[in-house]
Nanobody
Framework: QVQLVESGGGLVQAGGSLRLSCAAS????????MGWFRQAPGKEREFVAA????????KYADSVKGRFTISRDNAKNTVYLQMNSLKPEDTAVYYCAARRGLYYDVKDHAYDYWGQGTQVTVSS
């Protein structure tokens, strides 16, 4: 079992930045690929970014490429999502997720554990 707790969400003006953190506990964190997803009101949950188990390989949704950066610190059992140049359309609840194995996936059903989510609101 892996427990995931997100933090760092909040209200920010368009063009601003936030850094989300996801702290993991339980099983060996480095055995899991990690992903960030988001869900806006009335919309389906969508892929944002993912990172492989040692952080060598990353993947981003086209909508956030060049603005968001995913990273991980396996010594701290934490994955981060640095979000820059935020836009109102980035407003959503952001979830981190853990997937058993070395490599990430962009499909949410491929992930085994989920955090409770953190709200990000970007005002125009």
């Amino acid at each position: 079992q892996v427990q995931l707790v997100e933090s760092g969400g909040g209200l920010v003006q368009a063009g601003g930045s936030l850094r989300l953190s996801c702290a993991a506990s339980g099983r060996t964190f480095s055995n899991y690929a990690m992903g960030w997803f988001r869900q806006a009101p009335g919309k389906e949950r969508e892929f944002v970014a993912a990172i492989s188990w040692v952080g060598v390989t990353t993947k981003y949704a086209d909508s956030v490429k060049g603005r968001f950066t995913i990273s991980r610190d396996n010594a701290k059992n934490t994955v981060y999502l640095q979000m820059n140049s935020l836009k109102p359309e980035d407003t959503a609840v952001y979830y981190c997720a853990a997937r058993r194995g070395l490599y990430y996936d962009v499909k949410d059903h491929a992930y085994d554990y989920w955090g409770q989510g953190t709200q990000v609101t970007v005002s125009s």
